[in-house]
C-alpha cells in the first residue's frame, strides 16, 4: 500500500510539473528571443527595418517613440513615396479613438460608463431580446462584452454608392462580412463573455452624436483632434489628395478606399504624425519628461487600461483598448488594431515608460503592421502578445496532454514492472 501511494503521488506530482512548466514557458515567453537587445533603439530600429523590407509588398510607415519623443521613422514603397504625412485608412484603430472621446465625455459628465445605454438613444433602440437589455453599457461596448452579436466586420461602400444610413445600419448593415447577420442585437447575456462586435461601436457612435447635439464627425473634431492638433484625420476619403497613401491590393495593384457608415468602428483616415500626437496624449503624465497635450487624467487613463474581458483567463480588453501583453509593473502594453483586405494598422504602448510604435502598411494580405508591432512588444516586455498566445496556447495544450499521458504510461510501466519483480522474489 505504501509503495501504491508513492507511485500516485508520484505521478501525480510529475503530471503537475510537467503542465505547469509548459504554462509558464509559453505564457511567460522563455523561449522568445528578442530582435535586439532591450533597451537598443537603435539596434532594434535596424533589425525591424530588415525584416521590414523583407516582407513588405506595397507600401509601409513605422515610427518608434521613447519617453513620447519621436525616435525613429521608416518608410518604404513599391510606389508612390510615403510619410509621416500620408494618409492611410487604419479600420479598427479607430475605436481607440472612439474609445477616447468617450472617455472625454465621461470626464465632461455627459455619461457614465455603468448607466444604461438606452438612457441615451432617442433615434434607435436594441431590439427586444431574451436576455436583459439594460445592462448593455458604454463599459460593456467599448470591451465586447455587452453581449452584441453581430460580428461585424464591415466591408464599406464603394465610392458612388450611397452610404447606408445608421440607424438603417444597426438595423441591419448592407456592408456586413459575408455570412455575418448584420444585425446588432443582444445575443447572449451582457457581461458573461467577450465577442468581438463592430456593431458595438456603432452603437457608440449614435451615442455620441446623441449626446452631442451633432454628426459624429463634427464631435470627433471638438473632442479630439482640433485639441490634440491632428489636422490630418477626419473620416473623409479625398481620393485626389497628394498626400493619400496608395491602397495596394494583391500583386501590387491599386485598390480602392471605401466610404464607410460605420465611422466609429473603422472609418478613420489618419497620418503617423497626427497618431504621434494621438498616441502622446495616452501617457500618463507622471511618465512623462515633456508632458504634452492632454485630453483625459491619468485616473481615466488607468480606467482604460483595466482589464474587462477575458479569454481563457488572460486578459485581453479594457474600456476601449487591447491588452496585448504584460509589463514590469503589473501593467499592460496597450493600443489598438485595425485590418482590412491588404490593409492594416497597429499602435501600441508601453505605459510604464511611454515608449510606443505606431504601424501602417498596404499591400501584404497578412497583417505586417501587427507582426512589427509584435515584436515590438516581446522586444519591450520580453513576453508574447495575445497574438502569439492565441497560436502557441494549442500547441501547449497539446503538449501537456501528450506528456500527461506519456507520463501516465512510463508510470504505469514502472509499477507494473515493479509488482511483477516483487511477485517473482515473494511467491505466494
Request: one cysteine or more.
Amino acid at each position: 500500500m505504501k509503495r501504491f501511494i508513492i507511485w500516485m503521488i508520484t505521478t501525480v506530482v510529475a503530471v503537475v510539473v510537467w503542465s505547469a512548466a509548459n504554462f509558464f514557458v509559453t505564457t511567460e515567453g522563455w523561449t522568445l528571443k528578442r530582435l535586439a537587445p532591450a533597451g537598443d533603439v537603435q539596434a532594434f530600429e535596424r533589425a525591424l527595418t530588415a525584416q521590414a523590407q523583407q516582407q513588405f509588398k506595397g507600401n509601409l510607415i513605422y515610427a518608434l517613440l521613447s519617453n513620447g519623443k519621436q525616435v525613429a521613422v521608416q518608410s518604404m514603397s513599391k510606389g508612390k513615396p510615403v510619410d509621416e504625412h500620408s494618409r492611410f485608412g487604419v479600420a479598427s484603430l479607430s475605436k481607440w479613438v472612439t474609445a477616447t472621446a468617450v472617455m472625454v465625455l465621461v470626464e465632461q459628465g455627459k455619461v457614465n460608463l455603468d448607466t444604461p445605454v438606452s438612457k441615451y438613444l432617442t433615434r434607435w433602440q436594441l431590439p427586444p431580446s431574451e436576455f436583459d437589455n439594460e445592462q448593455v453599457t458604454l463599459r460593456r461596448l467599448l470591451s465586447h462584452t455587452a453581449g452584441i452579436t453581430d460580428g461585424l466586420g464591415h466591408n464599406g461602400f464603394a465610392p458612388g454608392e450611397p452610404v447606408q444610413p445608421l440607424v438603417e445600419h444597426l438595423t441591419r448593415a448592407n456592408d456586413a462580412d459575408p455570412g455575418k447577420s448584420g444585425k446588432v442585437q443582444v445575443g447572449m447575456a451582457p457581461g458573461t463573455k467577450w465577442m468581438y462586435s463592430g456593431g458595438s461601436y456603432n452603437i457608440i457612435q449614435m451615442i455620441i452624436e446623441e449626446v452631442c447635439g451633432c454628426s459624429y464627425a463634427q464631435a470627433m473634431q471638438q473632442l479630439v483632434f482640433a485639441p490634440l492638433g491632428m489636422i490630418s484625420t477626419d473620416f473623409t476619403v479625398k481620393r485626389d489628395a497628394p498626400e493619400l497613401a496608395t491602397y495596394f491590393g494583391a500583386n501590387q495593384q491599386p485598390r480602392v478606399y471605401p466610404n464607410y457608415t460605420s465611422l466609429a468602428a473603422t472609418g478613420l483616415y489618419t497620418t503617423v504624425s497626427d497618431l504621434i500626437r494621438f498616441t502622446r496624449s495616452q501617457i500618463p503624465a507622471r511618465v512623462l519628461d515633456e508632458p504634452g497635450t492632454r485630453l483625459l487624467t491619468d485616473n481615466t487613463l488607468d480606467t482604460m487600461r483595466t482589464p474587462i474581458a477575458q479569454v481563457e483567463g488572460l486578459d485581453i480588453w479594457g474600456a476601449g483598448v487591447m491588452l496585448f501583453a504584460p509589463t514590469n509593473s503589473d501593467d499592460y502594453v496597450i493600443g489598438h488594431g485595425g485590418q482590412s483586405p491588404y490593409l492594416n494598422a497597429s499602435v501600441r504602448l508601453n505605459p510604464d515608460n511611454g515608449d510606443a510604435i505606431i504601424a501602417m502598411q498596404t499591400g501584404n494580405q497578412e497583417a505586417l503592421a501587427s507582426d512589427l508591432a509584435t515584436h515590438w512588444t516581446t522586444w519591450q516586455t520580453g513576453k508574447p502578445d495575445m497574438y502569439i498566445l492565441n497560436n502557441s496556447v494549442p500547441a501547449m495544450l497539446l503538449r501537456i496532454v501528450v506528456g500527461s499521458g506519456v507520463i501516465m504510461l512510463l508510470a504505469i510501466t514502472w509499477g507494473v514492472v515493479g509488482y511483477t519483480r516483487r511477485s517473482r522474489r515473494h511467491p505466494a
